[in-house]
């Protein structure tokens, strides 16, 4: 069974820093990887996909990378500002068997201070 | 573009009392899902729609059902409505299935006491 675990569960970081967050799963076997962000009380908002034959894709200041085989990929947030302050889920789509169900981590809240 | 709308947004229910989700998305995708989100432990696939037409169970359906109305139009409705249900649910769609990106809306807020 795919487990998707993101380290660490709460972040806070200066505005202006630099910072990674990780995701990692246990089935090498996905056919793509999306990152999403979700606001307090809000749904979700999907940031970037990764196809499971890219090494990264980048969208703005947001970077995200992927490595299949060691079961890892990071988002990169470049110059970090207090509104990317939220909750950031990774998710993974299955290679074979049921292809609609996504399997989440449980996100990385990330707060950025003044 | 609305993308992803769900009504209601918040809910009471009692225990046993029956509802209906609704959620409808704007953006002519083939494939829609429910989800429910519960503290540590992410969002979990209750059933999804790969086309009009079709529906299938996902990871956690007992207890719900759901009927794909249209191609716009995927309602998921609680029977007998129980403490273990309280969760909040997001409705989700996408273009197709595996490849695709998949675009949420707002959530409802159910609580059953």
């Known amino acids: 069974k795919q487990e998707v675990t993101q380290i660490p569960a709460a972040l806070s970081v200066p505005e202006g820093e630099n910072l990674v967050l990780n995701c990692s799963f246990t089935?090498?076997?996905?056919?793509?990887l999306q990152w999403f962000r979700q606001d307090p009380g809000k749904g979700l908002t999907s940031l970037l996909l990764?196809?499971?034959?890219?090494r990264e894709q980048t969208s703005g200041r947001l970077n995200a990378s992927l490595d299949k085989s060691s079961g890892r990929s990071t988002l990169y947030i470049a110059a970090s500002q207090p509104g990317d302050s939220a909750t950031y889920l990774c998710?993974?789509?299955?290679?074979?068997?049921?292809?609609?169900?996504?399997?989440f981590g449980t996100g990385t809240r990330l707060q950025v201070t003044l | 573009n609305a993308g992803v709308t769900q009504t209601p947004k918040f809910q009471v229910l009692k225990t046993g009392q029956s509802m209906t989700l609704q959620c409808a998305q704007d953006?002519?995708?083939?494939?829609m899902y429910w989800y429910r989100q519960d503290p540590g432990m992410g969002l979990r696939l209750i059933y999804y729609?790969?086309?009009?037409?079709?529906?299938d169970k996902g990871e956690v359906p007992n207890g719900y059902n759901v009927s794909r109305l249209n191609k716009r139009e995927f309602s998921l409705r609680l029977e007998s409505a129980a403490p273990s249900q309280t969760s909040v649910y997001f409705c989700?769609?996408?273009?197709?299935?595996?490849?695709?990106?998949?675009?949420f809306g707002p959530g409802t807020r159910l609580t059953v006491t």
């Open positions: 998710a993974v789509r299955p290679l074979t068997g049921t292809a609609s169900k996504l399997t």
């Open positions: 989700a769609s996408s273009e197709g299935d595996r490849a695709y990106e998949q675009y």
């Open positions: 089935d090498s076997a996905i056919y793509n």
């Open positions: 953006m002519n995708h083939n494939s």
């Open positions: 990764i196809q499971s034959s890219q």
């Open positions: 729609s790969a086309s009009e037409g079709t529906t």
